[in-house]
């Protein structure tokens, strides 16, 4: 009796649900019995969703390596598709079989040494491999044709919608959603970084995505504060699946090469209209402050530098600071340049001390005007007075409820005995965080809409005057990070260009200094006067 083995392999998960590879094993098994082989379950080798265009497969290496200690005579497939659907990994795998004197029993084929089957094998795997080539080309253009009709092709929605598979569009998880609409007021109002939304986040108690780990990643909230889907807008055909530069996985067996994405060309995208859950001005003022976030990333400075990232030299090149404590300058970076570049900038460096205190100097004087604080006080406490304060407090307790109802569900669900213990305080913690968040949310609202009437206009110019002279370092660079749009300097002028939070004013004015008495010996360092 000959000692058989089996392999077995379905490529996608859907196969997997539809219990193909089943099927494929049972059919193998029944001609097993008839042939009155042998076969152990040991000697079963099955590769659940690995694509047929690999050949790093982990029980076909199996397989393979135990053919080669002759654990077993024959091995049965469905078809020649199920060792490769590439013509040359066929070629090799069958190559390998023949070497340790195994011999190879298709269902769908015959498989002999002579010149005529090795002629027909190699047609048989040259067909196997244009089928896998036209089946992917099919199902490419069926979900093209499903695009193109105004149907959402159905995956996994973005954070915050749900795929309607009757209607084939997204509709709004009004849950999920909340969360999104925070984070982007959070970024735009707060102008919290990456960092900043997975700390509050995690304070909150909103876990990620299908609550797999305790706090959000990088990856899913980038994801969400550059998909224009929020703002009504859904793009398919966006992406397409390359080959990655740079695996990060060690693994030796992937179920699939192309893991890494490239952007289409815009003209390939189809857009579909979806029901907003954001505001496209939001979304704007969010994309405005995440560059700003990447701008002026502290990355480490050893020293104060109040005008780094805005400073750019009279030959259009930035300034950077440079230089050890006590002889800052702001130097052209043309100036570092070296060959094949030749440095052409004969224009010298900028006190940082100097450059420092005029530039905030002036923008402190313009942030204190009277006439300017008035005007952005009494425009805010119109919007604060607004709907939309009510609005956000309604859904607030929409939310509320919503949460006290899901707590009572865990309760039922573990009193009747469906929900081990563990799994109940885990998400009766994860609510009851979310509760306490929400909670704080609500009083804040009420505390801030009792406060708006007793505001006195007067006093609030004042306190703001007073709060301005006290600010420390990081707080004047925040300031000056969001009303300076750019400078530019030389050792004689310095021009600011820049807007105030307000319609009342913008303003692009030059601030003058330069030397009164050039011949005269040079000042010393940070010394103000001179100038």
Known sequence: MKRAALYARVSTARQEQEETIDSQIAEVKQRIDEDDAFLTTERTYVDEGYSGSMLERPSLDAMLDAAKNK???????????????????????IEQLEKYECEVISLHERITGTPEDKFLLQIMGSMHEYERAKIAERFRRGKMYKARSGKIVGYNAPYGYVYNKETGSFDINESEAEVVRKMFEWVAHEGLSTYGLINRLHDQGIMPPKNKDEYWSRSPIARILNNETYIGKHHFN????????????????????????????RDEWIE??????????????????????????????????????????????????????????????????????????????????????????????????????????????????????ITNTESLTGRLTELQNEQRRYVEAYGKGLMPEQLFSEKM????????AINKDITNASVNRGILAKIDIEQLIQRATRKIESLEFEQKKYIIERVIDKIIASPQEITVWGHLPTQALAFAEQVNYGSQHRNCRPPKCREINSL
């Open 429 to 436: 913690n994860e609510t009851n965080k979310q509760l306490d």
């Open 238 to 265: 966006k992406t397409e699946s390359i080959l990655p530069h740079n695996r990060k996985e060690s693994s030796k067996y992937r179920k699939i090469q192309k893991t890494g994405r490239r952007v289409r060309s």
């Open 71 to 93: 654990e077993f005579d024959v091995v049965y497939i469905y078809d020649l598709g199920r060792l490769s659907r590439q013509l040359s990994h066929l070629l090799i795998v």
């Open 272 to 389: 579909f209209e979806v029901q907003p859950i954001i505001s496209k001005e939001l979304f704007k003022n969010v994309r405005v402050q995440l560059d700003r976030n990447s701008k002026f990333n502290p990355k480490n400075r050893k020293h104060q530098y109040l005008l780094t990232g805005l400073v750019k030299c009279t030959c259009g090149s930035n300034r950077n600071g440079d230089g050890p404590a006590g002889k800052k300058y702001y130097r052209c970076t043309s100036r570092n340049k070296s060959h094949p570049i030749k440095n052409h900038c004969t224009v010298g460096g900028i006190n940082v001390g100097v450059a420092d205190s005029v530039v905030w100097n002036k923008i402190s004087d313009l942030l204190t005007r009277p006439e300017l604080i008035r005007n952005h006080a009494e425009r805010w406490l119109e919007q604060q007075k607004s709907i939309k304060t």
